[in-house]
Antibody, heavy 128, light 111 residues
């Protein structure tokens, strides 16, 4: 069965960085992209970006562009999301999610927004 | 402020039907058949309920259905059950930014 298992909760100080992992199992890792979605306490879902596990291509949301890096390690079927220069409003539960398909046009591919499997979530707290 | 607009809350009695709307623009909901809907219970990860506007993943009850007209997508739940009480989010690919956008979420209360 498909599973996405994320790393544990983190507490960070403002200005620091955090790296969250997402280990996939139960499917061919390189056949699907991975998106990262976060949810601040009591708030809605916010898409942060997407990485193709096939070729490592990425597409980031404008809001976090420049502070986020998404990578994959195909040898361990693990995706990573690193967020730098943390601020208090980065406090949230961070989810990885499998894109059940990509949307491709003009030779480039992107997340379709169709997330069929999700990790359990990782709480990242940013506090001085 | 979310890119897609949903009502903050809806409610219905067991057995009734409810519809949640999701209004976007011609650059997202109106452009592509890439609208999905998610159900989220408190403290849990979201669950995909509808994709491609109206398709149900295997295992999702046929009480859940989706549709789209112009720039507005809708999720209808018929035969409401107590376990349907949750937050629901719409989601769409956005052409102008080649990104994914969510609605602000709708809290469904089963009375």
């Amino acid at each position: 069965q498909v599973q996405l298992v994320q790393s544990g909760a983190e507490v960070k100080k403002p200005g620091a960085s955090v790296k969250v992992s997402c280990k996939a199992s139960g499917y061919t890792f390189t056949s699907y992209g991975i998106s990262w979605v976060r949810q601040a306490p009591g708030q809605g879902l916010e898409w942060m970006g997407w990485i193709s596990a096939y070729n490592g291509n990425t597409n980031y949301a404008q809001k976090v562009q420049g502070r986020v890096t998404m990578t994959t390690d195909t040898s361990t079927s693990t995706a990573y999301m690193e967020l730098r220069s943390l601020r208090s409003d980065d406090t949230a539960v961070y989810y990885c999610a499998r894109d059940q398909r990509e949307y491709c046009r003009g030779g480039s591919c992107y997340s379709s927004g169709e997330f069929d499997y999700w990790g359990q979530g990782t709480l990242v707290t940013v506090s001085s | 402020q979310s890119a897609l607009t949903q009502p903050a809350s809806v409610s219905g009695s067991p057995g009734q039907s409810i519809t949640i709307s999701c209004t976007g623009t011609s650059s997202d909901v109106g452009s592509y058949n890439l609208v999905s809907w998610y159900q989220q219970h408190p403290g849990k990860a979201p669950k995909l309920m509808i994709y491609e506007g109206s398709e149900r993943p295997s295992g999702v009850a046929n009480r859940f259905s989706g549709s789209k007209s112009a720039n507005t997508a809708s999720l209808t739940i018929s035969g409401l059950q107590a376990e349907d009480e949750a937050d629901y989010y719409c989601c769409s690919y956005a052409h102008s930014s080649t990104s994914v956008v969510f609605g602000g979420g709708t809290k469904l209360t089963v009375l």
